[in-house]
């Protein structure tokens, strides 16, 4: 408590001699003419004093609860917001010749918005976290296309709208990660498959979103034989994402009776070559195997080996030794949106990997036993 004072009183000690020093230095050059740099001073000391309140907080937060942290998180970012939008406000433009730059401050103060919500919802880290950074991602693409719209140049505020609609698919995207949270599996897994992928499909809806809105229109203009062929085209490539989307989540909520049943049915005519299973300490991992050759689970067959290797007397780092092409297995993520014959190639490949891995260990595992 004594350390905590400290640094608060620290801290109260630096903004008071900041703003002392900062506000003498203003009144010196408005006694002298220099209005312009004095006016430049003040938008710098109204954002210096903020930080260093943000700055305060942050300190602060190391010595409280977990929730008081959290507060004291979002109030530091609150700080720093407030202090650049005041910076932007009161900063002196027409003074210092930077009038061009003045028409794009309403749209920073949106970008700098935005970028607080996403830093809050970061902050925060629980369920509303998606809505946050749905909400200030929409608000960074939106000022981003008000800033592109003001640009002279054509070709560059064209792509204004495009922007836009990414934001608006990026916000969308993010809203749907709230499935995570689900309790069904296959809801959650969805919902962690489209936060890895927000990223690609927001840049694909902006590509997709560019052509529509500008350059289908300079496509159709310099290629006037192409008009007849273009929306044919378009309706292909429409018809062939939606029933790449449509399959995808069907398969993925059936993916037991549709594309797992093809891995198990694969790994029966596999399963001979691994072993015979006569073995009393093979038919007690008979099932764990199967469990890990379909759902790449290595809990249960790690688990076995272990108790299994213990039994014969064998030394930890030899166990350790041998159970490492388990142990070091990573599930490599699977497609979710794409056909079921591209998602029966990948799990094939998968069960082709897992069963190596199985055979590797199993003979290792053999060796040792008989040993025994």
Request: proline letters at 2%.
């Amino acid at each position: 408590m004594k350390e905590l004072t400290k640094k608060i009183i620290r801290h109260i000690i630096t903004i008071m001699v900041i703003i002392i020093v900062t506000y003498s230095v203003i009144t010196f050059f408005s006694q002298i003419g220099f209005i312009w740099l004095a006016k430049t001073l003040y938008s710098l000391l109204l954002l210096m004093v903020l930080i260093l309140i943000s700055n305060t907080l942050n300190s602060i937060s190391n010595y409280v609860s977990k929730k008081a942290s959290k507060v004291l998180g979002v109030g530091s970012i609150v700080a720093n917001v407030i202090g650049c939008l005041l910076l932007l406000k009161t900063f002196p433009y027409n003074e210092i010749f930077m009038i061009d730059l003045e028409r794009y401050v309403n749209d920073i103060i949106i970008l700098v918005i935005g970028i607080g919500i996403i830093k809050v919802g970061g902050v925060l880290i629980n369920i509303v976290t998606p809505i946050f950074n749905s909400a200030g991602g929409f608000l960074v693409f939106y000022s981003f296309s008000r800033i592109l719209l003001k640009v002279p140049e054509k070709l560059v505020n064209s792509l204004s709208l495009a922007v836009v609609y990414a934001g608006i698919v990026f916000s969308a995207l993010t809203s749907m990660t709230l499935m995570v949270f689900s309790k069904n599996r296959s809801v959650a897994e969805l919902g962690s498959y489209i936060g890895k992928k927000t990223g690609m499909y927001t840049f694909y809806s902006f590509l997709t979103a560019f052509y529509l809105f500008s350059f289908r229109d300079i496509l159709m203009s310099y290629a006037s034989y192409l008009r007849r062929y273009i929306p044919l085209v378009e309706i292909g490539f429409a018809a062939f994402f939606v029933l790449m989307v449509a399959e995808g989540i069907y398969t993925h909520f059936n993916k037991e009776r549709i594309i797992l049943v093809h891995v198990a049915n694969m790994w029966k005519l596999h399963r001979p070559n691994v072993a015979s299973f006569e073995e009393p300490w093979l038919k007690e991992i008979e099932n764990s195997i199967d469990t890990f050759i379909i759902y790449g689970d290595t809990t249960s067959l790690t688990l076995k080996l272990t108790y299994v290797l213990a039994r014969y007397n064998v030394p930890f780092e030899n166990v350790e030794k041998v159970l490492k092409p388990l142990t070091s297995y990573n599930v490599r993520e699977t497609p979710v949106i794409a056909f079921r014959w591209h998602k029966r190639k990948v799990y094939h490949e998968l069960m082709e990997e897992r069963f190596n891995i199985v055979l590797e260990v199993i003979k290792e595992v053999k060796e040792i036993v008989k040993q025994g």
